[in-house]
């Protein structure tokens, strides 16, 4: 994790989008107000917080979830035409804890850190989760099964196993953000399990 979490934080705001920490995430950066979001990013700690869009249908501004994840820019390319390519590394889940205003047409809070201290730390029983995933998919999602298996299994990240499968399922939002939302790696993995078994959510349930 960052040694120094930042007390403001610029989010990021998407739909459908499930990013956890020990992943990374590509982003093609193209609206003016989140290239000045990432120009300023560039310019001090490059963290920016990525986080979902709730159902609400609003003309002037959409609400997000409360909880979300936080990566760091650990690549960068400007094009031709002044947007940006970009990969951020998530370290830590964070949640809002108050918005403040706009800056420069982007969105900022205020985050909760501590209680998601232990984001992005693998125990040595996560391997069981990762196999126990693996079992589960492997005869249902024949896509998947020459990405995990062309690595060796200790070099992937439960969470990186976990953001795979649920991109390749197309997960509501809902089911993302109850996903981001599990308590560590072990609940991720059951959660995202009985996803695979069973259609148990809906877009107009509550997640807890």
Not at 104 to 132: A, L
Request: charged share 25%; net charge positive; glycine share 2%.
């Amino acid at each position: 994790m960052t040694k120094t979490l930042p007390k403001i934080l610029p989010i990021f705001p998407l739909e459908n989008i499930l990013f956890l920490p020990s992943t990374n995430l590509p982003l093609y950066v193209f609206e003016q107000r989140y290239l000045n979001m990432v120009n300023d990013a560039l310019l001090n700690d490059k963290i920016i917080g990525m986080i979902q869009l709730t159902n609400t249908k609003s003309n002037t501004f959409r609400e997000v979830f409360k909880i979300g994840c936080a990566g760091k820019i650990i690549f960068y390319e400007k094009t031709n035409d002044n947007k940006i390519l970009l990969v951020i590394n998530g370290f830590s889940r964070f949640k809002i804890k108050k918005e403040l205003s706009l800056k420069d047409g982007y969105r900022r809070v205020v985050p909760i850190w501590d209680i998601f201290k232990n984001d992005g730390i693998e125990k040595k029983t996560d391997n069981k989760s990762k196999e126990q995933l693996l079992q589960n998919v492997k005869s249902n999602i024949q896509t998947l099964n020459h990405k995990f298996f062309k690595k060796q299994l200790d070099e992937i990240s439960t969470n990186e196993i976990v953001q795979i499968i649920a991109r390749e399922l197309s997960l509501s939002n809902i089911e993302n953000q109850s996903i981001i939302e599990s308590k560590d790696n072990a609940a991720r993995v059951s959660l995202l399990i009985k996803l695979l078994q069973n259609s148990i959510f809906s877009d107009n349930k509550s997640i807890h």
